[in-house]
């Protein structure tokens, strides 16, 4: 079941990177008054074990909140794998990541009619809050639709609490077998 759809509010796509960090984000963008479709598009996560995980958690959240969600199944790392070489620079392998993810969804977003988009990753204490704000602005210029910009990390403790209460499933890293690796796991 899907929330009914009101064609007064604008529609938004939000790029989900996990379950978890999408909690607090889509609550509050709702509260806003958005119609909200949720996108996972995540070429990062590796091995294909740990994305079927994500992306269980996340079809289990969209059910839990009645939220529509375009959903790219598909295992298919390449497109990570093809911009961070042997992933030794951090800063460049996650600039990498954050483009090709967030550039998937404002493309969507503007092919499908959206009013504008925005990420969860605006809520994790851990990514490059400062970066995904500026590709979130470069890319709305270059696809001529508006990102979304809340600082969502406020709601950190919250988001940690109510995905334990709904049982989601809790990743160790960040997706990357890079960052695994760095993890030690």
Known sequence: MTRSKDSSK????VHMCCGPCSIYPLKRILEESYQVVGFFYNPNIHPEEEFRKRLEAVKRLSEL???????FEDYRPQPFFDGVGRGEDKEARCSHCYTIRLEKT????KELGFDCFSSSLL??????HEFICELGSRLAEKYSIPFYYEDFRAGWRAGIEESKKMSLYRQKYCGCIFSKI???L
């Open 123 to 128: 809520y994790s204490r851990y990514q490059s």
């Open 106 to 109: 404002a493309e969507t977003a």
């Open 182 to 184: 760095e993890r030690g």
């Open 10 to 13: 604008k529609r938004m796509l």
């Open 65 to 71: 909140m009645a939220l529509e969600v375009i959903l």
